[in-house]
Nanobody
Framework: QVQLVESGGGFVETGGSLRLSCEIT????????MAWFRQAPGREREFVAI????????YLRDSVAGRFTIARDNAKNTIFLQMAMLKPEDTAVYYC??????????????????????WGQGTQVAVSS
């Protein structure tokens, strides 16, 4: 099973930027879909961005599209979440997650956290108003 280690969280002011990283180790994950989720206090975990490792195709939730970018670095076995124009409502613990290839699943299906069987430890992002 793959293992995920996140880094890069922190505290920023509204309008600031952060880049989260997620290093992946373990068996071949070329067919995996990788995602970033976030969870704010008292709220359910929600998807933020998804990337298919093999193709590099991506999908982001509407509220972050145009501000966030998800990308991968094949050589470093790492995915990134570049966050810009941060808002207080982006404050949450951000998690990296991985799901193995089990047939084709649409981006809509991949928004469900129940499909993911590998999770990082989480990294806190706090945006001041």
């Amino acid at each position: 099973q793959v293992q995920l280690v996140e880094s890069g969280g922190g505290f920023v002011e509204t309008g600031g930027s952060l880049r989260l990283s997620c290093e992946i180790t373990g068996p071949s994950f070329s067919g995996y879909a990788m995602a970033w989720f976030r969870q704010a206090p008292g709220r359910e975990r929600e998807f933020v961005a998804i990337i298919r490792w093999k193709s590099g195709s991506t999908y982001l939730r509407d509220s972050v599209a145009g501000r966030f970018t998800i990308a991968r670095d094949n050589a470093k076995n790492t995915i990134f979440l570049q966050m810009a124009m941060l808002k207080p409502e982006d404050t949450a613990v951000y998690y990296c997650a991985a799901t193995p290839p089990v047939g084709y699943r649409s981006f809509q299906a991949l928004q469900s956290p129940t499909l993911y069987d590998a999770w990082g430890q989480g990294t806190q992002v706090a945006v001041s108003s």
